[in-house]
């Protein structure tokens, strides 16, 4: 099996600064795309930022500018900094990852979330 546990949310004055951190355990033989998505109450998860086991990155047009995608692939660990954090921002904030098990093959993983709440 594969983990994705996520840590790093917390509440924050807009304007502030978050870093969230995503770290992948278990039977992992390779780590392709990860990414993280968000969800706020009454609206549909949507993408926030992914990056390819390269380093390519891609951004939601609302967080070009604010946030920086990156990754450890040593550590097996994707991070989210969020810059000028915003009260829209405000949301479940969800870690992705595409993954070849040793045990359970090729397959698409999610963490548990973590709230991010921007407010004053």
């Known amino acids: 099996q594969v983990q994705l546990v996520e840590s790093g949310g917390g509440l924050v004055q807009p304007g502030g600064s978050l870093r969230l951190s995503c770290a992948a355990s278990?039977?992992?033989?390779?780590?392709?795309?990860m990414g993280w998505y968000r969800q706020a109450p009454g609206n549909q998860r949507e993408l926030v930022a992914t990056?390819?086991?390269?380093?390519?990155?891609n951004y939601a047009d609302s967080v070009k500018g604010r946030f920086t995608i990156s990754r450890d692939n040593a550590k097996n660990t994707v991070y989210l900094q969020m810059n000028s954090l915003k009260s829209e921002d405000t949301a479940v904030y969800y870690c992705?990852?595409?993954?070849?098990?040793?045990?359970?093959?090729?397959?698409?993983?999610w963490g548990q979330g973590t709230q991010v709440t921007v407010s004053s």
């Open positions: 992705n990852a595409d993954v070849t098990s040793i045990v359970t093959g090729h397959r698409n993983y």
């Open positions: 278990g039977s992992i033989f390779r780590l392709y795309d």
């Open positions: 990056i390819t086991s390269s380093g390519r990155t």
